[in-house]
Structures are given as structure tokens and as C-alpha cells.
């Protein structure tokens, strides 16, 4: 079974920095992309920022230049530096990895359980 944890949530003033990170674990084979998505309350889950096997990061426009993703293929791990933080970043943040098991024939989407963020003054 494979499990993705996040951690390194909290509570931080505008302007702030937070650095999330997750790891997955488990009978895995092979990660493709990974990413962080994030959902406030009342509004649609969207992405933030996404990073191939190879590196290739894609970003939400509202969080580029400010927003940096980052991944350990040894460790099956993901981090987002967020810095410069602002209320509206405020949101669920959950990481998402397409992951082959050692058993699987296809890549699989899994999901971590979620981790808050809040800015706030």
C-alpha cells in the first residue's frame, strides 16, 4: 500500500515563509509527476505547482516567483517553499504523486491527507 504524508503546515503572518514537504512510501516502483494542490474554503481544489521525474516545475500564476517546488527521487519525497505568504494563500494543501507499485501494471494517482496553511495577521 502507499501512503503520502505531509507535513510542516501552520499558522504564519503575511509576508512569512513555510516550507511543506511529503513523503511517499511503500511498495513503489516509480513516481512521475508530483505535485501540491491547495483548496480554500468555499472554492474548487486548485494546482500549485507541479514537478516531473526530471525536474521540469510548472507553477500556479499566482504563486510564481514566490513558490518553489522541489523533489528527492532517492527519498520519494516532495517539499513547496513558499515565501512571501499572503491571506489568500490561506488553504488545505495536499500533495499528489502518479505512482507505479512494484505489483501495478499503471501509474496510479494517490493523495497525502492534507495539511493547513494560514495567513493571517
Known amino acids: 500500500q502507499v501512503q503520502l504524508v505531509e507535513s510542516g503546515g501552520g499558522l504564519v503572518q503575511p509576508g512569512g515563509s513555510l516550507r511543506l514537504s511529503c513523503a511517499a512510501s511503500g511498495s513503489i516502483l516509480s513516481i512521475a509527476t508530483m505535485g501540491w494542490h491547495r483548496q480554500a474554503p468555499g472554492k474548487q481544489r486548485e494546482l500549485v505547482a507541479s514537478?516531473?521525474?526530471?525536474?521540469?516545475?510548472k507553477y500556479s500564476d499566482s504563486v510564481v516567483g514566490r513558490f518553489t517546488i522541489s523533489r528527492d527521487n532517492v527519498k520519494n519525497t516532495v517539499a513547496l517553499q513558499m515565501n512571501n505568504l499572503k491571506p489568500e494563500d490561506t488553504a488545505v494543501y495536499s500533495c499528489?504523486?502518479?505512482?507505479?507499485?512494484?505489483?501495478?501494471?499503471?501509474?496510479?494517482?494517490?493523495w497525502g491527507q492534507g495539511t493547513q496553511v494560514s495567513v493571517s495577521s
Open positions: 499528489n504523486g502518479l505512482i507505479l507499485e512494484r505489483t501495478g501494471t499503471t501509474y496510479r494517482s494517490y
Open positions: 514537478i516531473t521525474s526530471r525536474g521540469m516545475t
